[in-house]
């Protein structure tokens, strides 16, 4: 996809504004959303705060080379609850790069095939109602500032 942003606006805003743009009803706890979160550099967690307080990971930073590429874990099956075993993990790796004035955001969900449940997933993630959708709400976020 391509953003109407600089590389260091996209890749801030899709890592350190996460909350701004993660849609509410994409949760996996118990209780509802209330805050997305990326923790930044490379160990860091990417989780859910819920609205009691609660966090539910979803995952690991596995590679932060700002602005350019980020690795994370997917720890979620297809069951739509975390997987503490990072050997079941898929792996999504955002790329940003500069094309003219704006940024062009290569986005890859590989290895669904870890996943306890995984055959289910490509078909959740897929379309407006996930993947597609969740990017495009990230890609008004970065052109607006967020």
């Known amino acids: 996809m391509t953003v109407s942003a600089p590389v260091e606006r996209a890749f801030r805003v899709f890592t ?8 509410a009803g994409c949760h996996i706890g118990r209780a509802d959303l ?10 860091g967690r990417w989780y859910e705060r819920g609205t009691d307080g609660s966090e539910c990971d979803w995952g690991r930073v596995l590679v932060w080379e700002p602005p350019h590429r980020l690795v ?11 997987d503490p075993d990072a050997a079941h993990a ?5 790329r940003f790069r500069l094309r003219a004035h704006e940024t062009v955001v290569e986005f890859e969900h590989r ?3 870890r996943l306890p449940e995984g055959r289910a997933m490509p078909d959740a993630v897929g379309g407006d109602g996930g993947r597609t959708g969740v990017l495009e709400r990230f890609a008004k976020a970065a052109a607006s500032g967020a």
């Open 16 to 23: 350190e504004s996460l909350d701004s743009w993660w849609p």
């Open 72 to 82: 994370l874990t997917w720890q979620i099956t297809g069951e739509w609850q975390y």
């Open 90 to 94: 898929s792996e999504i790796e955002v």
């Open 34 to 43: 209330a805050e997305a979160v990326l923790e930044q550099g490379e160990g």
């Open 111 to 113: 290895h669904l095939d």
